[in-house]
């Protein structure tokens, strides 16, 4: 008879060497060894699946959608000459002294996940920030210090032009039939934001996906945990994995991962993997990333196409502010604040028509 050796996976070589010497030395190859005890396991999983979840991801992504939104403004210049002041932002007389208005708009897009489907309507969630446009924005003169050296009072600034949001459009990409989409919750504090959109018939209803996992506890996440996050940076349908850092760090059970956001994944989903089961839990929502900004000297667009690139600009420039994401930093919204803010929500979402019940009573 010869020995037999059972080893669990991630056993050190030079271990497996050592009980085979021994084996060799105390037994008649008569004897079996069972090799076990690798130490307590962590909540999550904290390295790569260790086995193929490329069905579930496809799954997955079924439920993962990409929305768009467009805010359409209505813009109203005023010379410094006409001493608009904050407080005549509200009086609708202001409007007829402008001296030059002009319309344009604004654009983005981000992830939704969709977590329920009752009735005729179809309910997503996403962060706040992917779905709320200002309703006004003021700009004003550059004044520079009071001679006095107090600050300016509320109401003494100058104002140079206002924007005003007249209408908003909301889509949700891949979902022919579909009409726009409306938010019927926010919470802006932790950038969480419900939307919900009409089922167009029958058939479309059959075709919807809701996320199907486990409701996930952040709580247990550990340094090192792997995270997936599913999204849509900047367009492209996308799971990627990343680490998780400084667990538990606040209240909502926040943390940080190393994903590599972008515009376009906010919103995005985040599963953990159970050390136990190697099945995937809902852990966070994609949010933020670190960034920084810096003000640049920017060329009137219009007039750039009559200048070569070798030869000096002597074109009218503008001030502009870009932000440029610091990648590898991501601040997820953690799936303990999901939970509380749809339980503050659920009896009046229940009164509209709306069951996301399996998200609170698990």
Same mark, same amino acid.
């Given at each position: 008879?010869?020995a037999?050796y059972?080893?669990l996976?991630?056993?050190?070589?030079?271990?497996v060497?050592?009980?085979?010497?021994?084996a060799?030395?105390?037994?008649?190859?008569?004897?079996k060894?069972?090799?076990?005890?690798?130490?307590?396991?962590?909540y999550?999983q904290?390295? &790569?699946?260790?086995?193929?979840?490329?069905?579930?991801?496809?799954?997955i992504?079924?439920s993962?959608?990409?929305?768009?939104?467009?805010?359409?403004?209505?813009?109203?210049?005023?010379?410094?000459e006409?001493?608009?002041?904050?407080?005549?932002?509200?009086?609708?007389?202001?409007?007829s002294?402008?001296?030059?208005r002009?319309?344009?708009?604004?654009?983005?897009?981000?992830?939704?996940?969709?977590?329920?489907?009752?009735?005729?309507?179809?309910v997503l969630?996403t962060?706040?920030?992917?779905?709320?446009?200002p309703?006004?924005l003021v700009?004003?003169?550059?004044?520079?210090?009071?001679?006095?050296?107090?600050r300016?009072q509320?109401?003494e600034r100058i104002?140079?032009?206002?924007?005003?949001?007249?209408?908003?459009?909301?889509?949700?990409f891949?979902?022919?039939?579909?009409g726009?989409?409306?938010?019927?919750?926010?919470?802006k504090?932790?950038?969480i934001?419900?939307?919900?959109v009409?089922?167009?018939?029958e058939?479309?209803?059959q075709r919807i996906?809701i996320?199907?996992?486990?409701?996930?506890?952040p709580?247990?996440?550990?340094?090192?945990?792997?995270?997936f996050?599913?999204?849509?940076?900047?367009?492209?349908?996308?799971?990627s994995?990343a680490?998780?850092?400084?667990?538990d760090?606040?209240?909502q059970a926040?943390?940080?991962?190393d994903?590599?956001?972008n515009?376009?994944?906010?919103g995005?989903?985040i599963?953990?993997?159970?050390?136990e089961?190697?099945?995937?839990e809902?852990?966070?929502?994609?949010?933020?990333?670190?960034?920084?900004?810096k003000?640049v000297?920017?060329?009137?667009?219009?007039?750039?196409?009559d200048?070569?690139?070798?030869?000096? &600009?002597?074109?009218?420039?503008y001030?502009?502010v870009i932000?440029?994401?610091?990648y590898?930093i991501?601040?997820?919204?953690?799936m303990?604040?999901?939970?509380?803010?749809?339980?503050?929500?659920?009896?009046?979402?229940?009164?509209?028509g709306?069951?996301?019940?399996w998200?609170?009573?698990?």
């Open positions: 008879m010869h037999r059972y080893l996976p991630g056993l050190n070589r030079l271990v060497l050592f009980l085979v010497l021994v060799g030395i105390t037994t008649a190859c008569k004897t060894y069972v090799i076990t005890g690798l130490g307590e396991q962590a999550y904290t390295g &790569y699946p260790l086995h193929d979840t490329s069905r579930d991801i496809a799954t992504f079924q993962v959608k990409r929305v768009s939104i467009v805010g359409y403004y209505n813009t109203f210049i005023f010379g410094e006409s001493r608009i002041m904050d407080n005549d932002v509200d009086l609708p007389e202001t409007y002294k402008a001296d030059a002009f319309s344009y708009t604004q654009s983005k897009a981000g992830t939704a996940i969709v977590i329920s489907k009752t009735g005729d309507s179809l969630i962060n706040d920030h992917v779905v709320s446009f309703d006004t700009f004003y003169y550059d004044q520079g210090e009071q001679q006095t050296g107090n300016r509320e109401g104002v140079e032009r206002i924007s005003i949001r007249a209408s908003q459009i909301n889509m949700i891949n979902m022919p039939g579909f726009p989409f409306e938010v019927i919750a926010q919470d504090t932790n950038d934001a419900l939307i919900a009409k089922i167009p018939d058939e479309s209803k996906n996320l199907n996992v486990g409701v996930g506890d709580e247990k996440l550990n340094w090192g945990s792997f995270v996050v599913f999204g849509y940076p900047k367009g492209y349908k996308m799971v994995g680490i998780v850092s400084d667990p760090r606040d209240r926040g943390f940080i991962i994903g590599q956001f515009e376009g994944v906010s995005g989903l599963l953990a993997i159970r050390a089961t190697g099945e995937m809902w852990v966070g929502m994609a949010r933020a990333a670190s960034a920084s900004s003000v000297l920017v060329p009137v667009e219009k007039n750039v196409e200048y070569a690139f070798h030869q000096s &600009y002597t074109g009218d420039v001030l502009d932000t440029q994401i610091e590898g991501t601040i997820p919204v953690s303990k604040a999901i939970r509380n803010f749809i339980r503050r929500e659920d009896r009046r979402l229940r009164d509209e709306y069951n996301l019940g998200l609170i009573d698990r």
